[in-house]
Nanobody, 119 residues
Framework: QVQLVESGGGLVQPGGSLRLSCAAS????????MGWYRQAPGKQRELVAC???????NYADSVKGRFTISRDNAKNTLYLQMNSLKPEDTAVYYC?????????????WGQGTQVTISS
């Protein structure tokens, strides 16, 4: 059974940083396409960042240059380093297994982690 547990969210001032973690069990992060997604109030869930098994990464235009997706194979954990945070980054952030071509989410959603950017 696949379980993905997100953590690391919180309340941060604009310009601040956070690192989100996604601890995985039931799957091996390093051999799957893995993505970070977010859903802001009143909006659809969107892809934020994606990493392939080969280490290729891609990002939503809105976060390029500010967010970095990475993984720790030994810990079977996916990360999202978020810098220069903006109020529009406020959302619940989720990780999921992604499809190969588009990183569309394939699995069930976890509880997510709330990120709030506010002064």
């Amino acid at each position: 059974q696949v379980q993905l547990v997100e953590s690391g969210g919180g309340l941060v001032q604009p310009g601040g940083s956070l690192r989100l973690s996604c601890a995985a069990s039931g799957i091996i992060v390093s051999i799957n396409v893995m993505g970070w997604y977010r859903q802001a109030p009143g909006k659809q869930r969107e892809l934020v960042a994606c990493m392939t098994s080969g280490g290729y990464t891609n990002y939503a235009d809105s976060v390029k240059g500010r967010f970095t997706i990475s993984r720790d194979n030994a810990k079977n954990t996916l990360y999202l380093q978020m810098n220069s945070l903006k109020p529009e980054d406020t959302a619940v952030y989720y990780c999921n297994v992604g499809s190969y071509a588009t990183c569309s989410p394939r699995g069930s959603w976890g509880q997510g982690t709330q990120v709030t950017i506010s002064s």
